[in-house]
Nanobody, 122 residues
Framework: QAQLVESGGGLVQAGDSLRLSCAGS????????LGWFRQAPGKEREFVAG???????TYADFVKGRFTISRANAKNTAYLQMNSLNADDTAVYFC????????????????WGQGTQVTVSS
């Protein structure tokens, strides 16, 4: 069964960095469009960054210049490098994949991980 597992979250201070990983089993990362989303308490899940085979990465406006999405297809793994974190970045971060191009809409993704908590103290 296809599965995604996120890791790398934790508690950090404002200004710190974290690198999240998304490891896939089966063909859940390689060959698929991949997106990172986040969900803070009481808020809807929101798009953070996306990437696929053909197009360059796309980012939400609030992370441009701070976050970098990448993928290592040979490892069936994707990453989200997050720099200059602030308290507004506190959320559960999810990775998700879909056939086709990346999308900013969560309901267009097929496979989801369980999420990893990122907490930024100010």
């Amino acid at each position: 069964q296809a599965q995604l597992v996120e890791s790398g979250g934790g508690l950090v201070q404002a200004g710190d960095s974290l690198r999240l990983s998304c490891a896939g089993s089966g063909r859940t990362v390689s060959g698929y469009a991949l997106g990172w989303f986040r969900q803070a308490p009481g808020k809807e899940r929101e798009f953070v960054a996306g990437i696929d085979w053909l197009s360059g990465p796309t980012y939400a406006d609030f992370v441009k210049g701070r976050f970098t999405i990448s993928r290592a297809n040979a490892k069936n793994t994707a990453y989200l490098q997050m720099n200059s974190l602030n308290a507004d970045d506190t959320a559960v971060y999810f990775c998700a994949t879909r056939i086709g191009g990346p999308s900013r809409f969560a309901d267009r993704y097929t496979y989801w991980g369980q999420g990893t908590q990122v907490t930024v103290s100010s």
